[in-house]
């Protein structure tokens, strides 16, 4: 149904079913015209351009043509050059209000060169507590305490080796969410995708080694590199792996040429020794299941650990790291099995301890220098007794091979079952990065 009402302005027309919307207040009132363009007289504009010699505006070269001061003005800063009079004042009124917004400009302008310099004080602070190469760069003695490596040259020069490769490095960020290649790896005009770092490539480098060498804690890392606790893991997952493989690459196993030709003066009884072998053991957290307990239960340590075969050459090069072992595992099966004996050639001597019992398992034309037993006798002849005495002054030096190892003070403590998954390669990593210190022993022919 239609319903028609006439009012005296309006008609309206009524639908059944409808509802009203149009009320008083939806009403659209009119709108006010803008104001006119105001034109200022030559000689306000004068005055007002001598009164405005501040921030971005200047004094203007002529205040005869009211067009000069008018082109001079749209040069002003927008909060000046834009200032008008809200309603017609006479000349001195107009320029005080000039000079009130001048101060104010001039007072907020302070304020904010104040604020300024606070920030690049605040900043400054939070620079100089960040850790950084640049802090140790001078002092030998402080690069090989965090780093391990004898100097900032030697640092350096290795990092420039790893450096092409960094740029298409895939970080850790979980097993599930690795891949064998990521399409920036394989394409050499593809950048890797994402936000930037928080660190330098460097600053990883010497975070990792940090982590490494003077054992500090993930937390401690964060907080001196201010980052998160999680990237730093992250970065150091990533690295160690990265660190893994190269260095494994930069130091393979020398040939026996190589190795005669660096041989010591205190090995010229022994001068066929190619590898000297010895067992360490790495104390662990308690794994919480059963059968891994019993595996890393060591007798001869009274703990849980890793074990560990390290082989050197006679000059104390670290040339051979196994993976890590359950502590139960004999000396001789972890001999057997890691492969070490795979590298040796006929003529070579391999010099191991008292209970590394291998001279059954060593290939054909591979003797083996190993200290006598007693056998059940009560003491050993006069010859042994020298022979013992003569192989222990050699062989020591694998224990002190071991023992730069043992420096690297994530290995001297007890082992996380978080890093477990890691290990070998944390091990691996830590024993090659001892062979960028000084041989323990010089070459005969030097």
């Known amino acids: 149904m239609i319903t028609v009402t006439f009012n005296k302005f309006y008609l309206f027309i009524y639908l059944q079913g409808a509802e009203p919307c149009i009320f008083s207040w939806t009403k659209q009132s009119n709108q006010r015209k803008a104001p006119k363009e105001r034109k200022m007289d030559e000689s306000t504009v004068g005055v007002a351009a001598s009164a405005l010699q501040f921030g971005s505006c200047s004094v203007f070269p002529s205040i005869n043509a009211s067009t000069d001061a008018a082109h001079s003005f749209s040069e002003c800063d927008e909060n000046a050059a834009e200032v008008e009079c809200e309603s ?122 940090m982590r490494l060498k003077a054992g500090l804690f993930v937390q401690d890392l964060a907080d001196r590199f201010g980052i998160s606790a999680s990237l730093v893991s992250r970065i150091c997952i990533t690295w160690i792996n990265l660190l893994y493989h190269e260095l494994k690459d930069l130091f393979p196993f020398p040939t026996q040429e190589l190795v005669r030709k660096n041989m010591p003066k205190e090995f010229a009884q022994y001068a066929t020794t190619r590898i000297i072998l010895d067992c360490t053991e790495l104390f662990i957290q308690r794994p919480s299941a059963m059968l891994a307990q019993s595996e890393t239960w060591s007798d001869y340590k009274h703990h849980n650990t890793w074990k560990l075969l390290v082989g050197v050459t006679p000059n104390g090069q670290v040339t051979f790291l196994s993976d890590l072992w359950g502590g139960r595992v004999s000396d001789k099966q972890i001999t057997r099995e890691s492969g070490v004996l795979d590298l040796l050639q006929v003529g070579d001597n391999v010099m191991v301890d008292r209970g590394f019992d291998i001279s059954a398992i060593v290939p054909a034309g591979v003797t083996v220098n190993m200290p006598p037993f007693l056998a059940g006798r009560d003491q050993m002849t006069a010859a042994e007794t020298e022979e013992t005495m003569s192989i222990a002054s050699v062989r020591i030096h694998v224990e002190r091979a071991i023992g730069r190892i043992k420096t690297y003070h994530i290995l001297d403590g007890t082992l996380p079952n978080t890093l477990s998954p890691y290990a070998t390669q944390i091990s691996t990593v830590c024993g090659l990065l001892t062979n960028f210190l000084p041989p323990l022993l010089p070459p005969a022919n030097l």
């Open 88 to 209: 017609p004042q006479t000349e001195p009124d107009c320029v005080l209000e000039l000079q009130r917004r001048i101060e104010l400009l001039e007072t907020q302008l302070a304020d904010c060169q104040e604020k300024l310099s606070e920030a690049e004080k605040e900043n400054a602070v939070l620079l100089e507590r960040q850790f950084s190469i640049d802090k140790i760069k001078d002092d030998n003695a402080a690069v090989l305490f965090y780093t391990g490596f004898p100097s900032y040259e030697a640092l350096i020069s290795f990092y420039k080796y790893i450096e092409p490769k960094l740029s298409k490095m895939q970080y850790w960020k979980g097993e599930n969410l690795v891949k064998e290649s990521q399409p920036y790896q394989l394409d050499d005009n593809k950048s890797k995708p994402g936000p930037s770092r928080k660190l330098t490539f460097l600053d990883e480098f010497l975070l990792v080694l």
